[in-house]
């Protein structure tokens, strides 16, 4: 696989937010978000039972970059991770479905699809352990509040969170996003790593 780093954290946004967990940071990704900088560290070989070594603990995250384009090896890895019993979780910006066979052994896959590209809302949305992640922001890839309020009254509400787009500690857009998920009736999403300057 190749892959970025393996670390061992706390969840800072989504539905396993404050949740202890091993981060499987995978490299590369087909889309080329503004702001985003995981395309530019340097990444390494390493085999699925080498991946497997390093977790610690029964939760594990596997994220990108966009971990579906090594849809062989992270297949090999979620059976793998599957049978030893651990929760696992993928986040995807949705562009590519897995499996179904892979996804009935996913705990949570959060899928953040980005304003503009070619996501699968669809196949998503009818997924029980499916959870949609929108950006909101300034950037062109982020959703906006036209956007948002089009699209989120037809998704299951408890399966829908909003999170602002920031990269520093202070979060602007922290509060339109909070009065955003309270007037739409879904979850607000924090970035407790961002704000606390943890990995």
Known sequence: ?????????????????????????LAGCNLRCQGCDTDERPCRELSVPDVRESIQGKRVVITGGEPTLQMEELSQLISLLHDLGKEIHIETNGTNPIPE??????????????RGSDFHLDFWAGKK???LKFVLGKAPWCWTFELLEQLVPALAKERVWIMAYGTDQDMQGAREAWDLALRLDVNYSDRLHIRLKRR
């Open 1 to 25: 696989m190749r892959l970025i780093e393996i670390f061992y954290s706390m969840q800072g946004e989504g539905p396993a937010m404050g949740r202890p967990a091993t981060f499987v940071r």
């Open 101 to 114: 066979e892979m996804l009935d052994k996913i705990h949570c896959a959060v899928v953040s699809p980005k």
């Open 129 to 131: 352990n499916v959870h």
